[in-house]
C-alpha cells in the first residue's frame, strides 16, 4: 500500500511538472556561428535535461575506463592474497598434524602469492623453526615483528626460534630487548612475563625476576637469591621476608632470613628467624646455622637439644640430635635418635623427581623454578617422606 502510495506521488509530481513546462510560452534561439536552432521552450527545456544526461553518462563512461586498469589491479591482488591466505591455512593444518614437509610446501606457494602478508610470513616462519632452521625462522619473524597488529607474534617467534641461552650474556641482552619490544606490543601477556622471568634469571638480575613472577614458589626462590644478591641490608631483609611469607615451609626461606639480619647485626631477630624455620621447617643447614659459633661438641650437643625442643620427635630433630651425639661421644643417645631420625636427605624437584644435593632455585634438569623440597628417609619408615617444600602461604 505504501509503495502504490509512493508511485502514486511521483507521477503526479511529474505530471505536473510536464504540465507547467508545456505551458511555457516563447521560443529558445541557439546561435553558432551562422547556425542558428529556435524551439520552443518546452522542447528546449527537454534538449537541455537531454544534453546533461548523455554528458555525465559519457563522463562516467571515462571514469570507468581511466579506472579499469586500478580496478584490475585490484582484483588481482585480492585474488593473490585468497590464494596466499589459503596456501597458508593448508600449511598450518600441516603443521598441526606433523607434516612439515607438506607445511613447507604451502608455505612456498603463499610466499609466491603474498610474500609480505603477516599471515604468510609466519607460516613460514613457523615453517623453518619446526624444520630446524633457526636462521631463516628468525629473519621471517624480524620481517612480521615490523606489522603493527601481528608484531607480537614476530617478538615471540624471536623469543621462541632458539633456546634461551643461560651462557651466552650477549644473547640474553638480545633476547631482553626483544622481550621489552614484545612487551610494548602485548603488554599483559602471561607467557611474555614468564619468558622475561627467565631471561632475568639467566642474567642474574634476581631482583627483577622475583618482580615479574607470579607463581608464589617460583618468586620465594627468586626473592631468596635477590636477598642474596641486593646491596643493602634493609632491602635484603625485605626480600627474604618476601620469601618466608610466600613459602613458609621453604627451609632455605627462613636461612635467607636469618642472613641477611645477621648480615644487618640484628644477632636476636636472626637467630629467631632459625627457631622459627625449625619450627615450620627444619632442616640440617637451619640447623648448621644455629650451631655455627659453638666448636665444642658438646656444647653443640647441648645447643642441638634446645634447637630441637621447638619441634620434639621431627624427623629433623632426631637426626640433629643423633648426629651432635655422635660427634659428642655419647653413643647410646646418639643410637637412641638414630633409631627414629637416620637416613641421607636430598633436595627433590617436584616436577622431575632429579635429586639434588644442595637447594638452589631451579632444577638442573628440568629448569623448574621453586620445585625443590626437602626428602629424607627415616628409620623407621619404609617410604620417604617429603617434608615441607615450598608452599604459598595460607
Given amino acids: 500500500m505504501l509503495r502504490a502510495f509512493r508511485f502514486a506521488l511521483v507521477a503526479i509530481t511529474l505530471l505536473g511538472i510536464a504540465w507547467f513546462l508545456a505551458g511555457l510560452q516563447g521560443h529558445v534561439t541557439v546561435e553558432i556561428g551562422t547556425y542558428a536552432a529556435t524551439a520552443s521552450t518546452p522542447v528546449a527545456i527537454l534538449l537541455l535535461v537531454l544534453l546533461i544526461v548523455v554528458v555525465v553518462l559519457v563522463l562516467g563512461l571515462l571514469r570507468g575506463a581511466l579506472s579499469l586498469p586500478r580496478r584490475i589491479s585490484v582484483r588481482r591482488g585480492r585474488a593473490r592474497r585468497d590464494a596466499a591466505d589459503s596456501a597458508a591455512l593448508r600449511a598450518l593444518s600441516a603443521l598441526a598434524a606433523g607434516d612439515t614437509e607438506a607445511a613447507a610446501g604451502h608455505a612456498r606457494t603463499a610466499r609466491r602469492h603474498a610474500p609480505e602478508a603477516p599471515l604468510t610470513l609466519y607460516v613460514s616462519a613457523e615453517t623453518a623453526r619446526q624444520a630446524g632452521d633457526a636462521a631463516g625462522a628468525e629473519a621471517l619473524f624480524s620481517n612480521l615483528a615490523k606489522h603493527g597488529d601481528a608484531g607480537f607474534l614476530g617478538w615471540r617467534g624471536l623469543l621462541t626460534a632458539r633456546p634461551l641461552p643461560q651462557d651466552d650474556p650477549d644473547r640474553l641482552a638480545r ?111 637451619l640447623a648448621d646455622a644455629w650451631l655455627a659459633a659453638l666448636t665444642s661438641p658438646l656444647e653443640r650437643a647441648t645447643a642441638a637439644a634446645k634447637l630441637a625442643e621447638l619441634n620434639p620427635g621431627h624427623p629433623e630433630s632426631e637426626a640433629l640430635l643423633a648426629r651432635t651425639a655422635r660427634a659428642a661421644n655419647l653413643v647410646g643417645e646418639a643410637e637412641r635418635h638414630e633409631r627414629h631420625g637416620g637416613g641421607k636427605g636430598v633436595w627433590v624437584c617436584a616436577t622431575c623427581d632429579t635429586e639434588h644435593e644442595a637447594w638452589q632455585p631451579t632444577c638442573r634438569k628440568c629448569g623448574a623454578i621453586g620445585s625443590l623440597g626437602w626428602l629424607r628417609r627415616t628409620n623407621a619408615e619404609s617410604t620417604p617422606r617429603l617434608l615441607p617444600a615450598p608452599q604459598p602461604a595460607a
Fill in 175 to 285: 633476547s631482553a630487548e626483544q622481550a621489552r619490544q614484545a612487551a610494548a606490543s602485548y603488554p599483559n601477556s602471561a607467557w611474555l612475563r614468564e619468558q622475561r622471568v627467565r631471561i632475568a634469571l639467566g642474567q642474574g638480575r634476581f631482583s627483577e625476576a622475583a618482580r615479574l613472577a607470579t607463581d608464589p614458589a617460583a618468586r620465594a626462590a627468586l626473592a631468596i637469591m635477590a636477598s642474596r644478591e641486593v646491596a643493602g641490608e634493609p632491602l635484603a631483609i625485605d626480600w627474604a621476608r618476601d620469601a618466608v611469607r610466600l613459602a613458609p615451609g621453604l627451609p632455605e626461606a627462613h636461612l635467607a632470613l636469618f642472613e641477611a639480619r645477621a648480615k644487618a647485626g640484628q644477632a636476636w631477630r636472626a637467630k629467631r628467624a632459625l627457631k622459627r624455620g625449625w619450627r615450620i621447617a627444619p632442616h640440617p643447614d
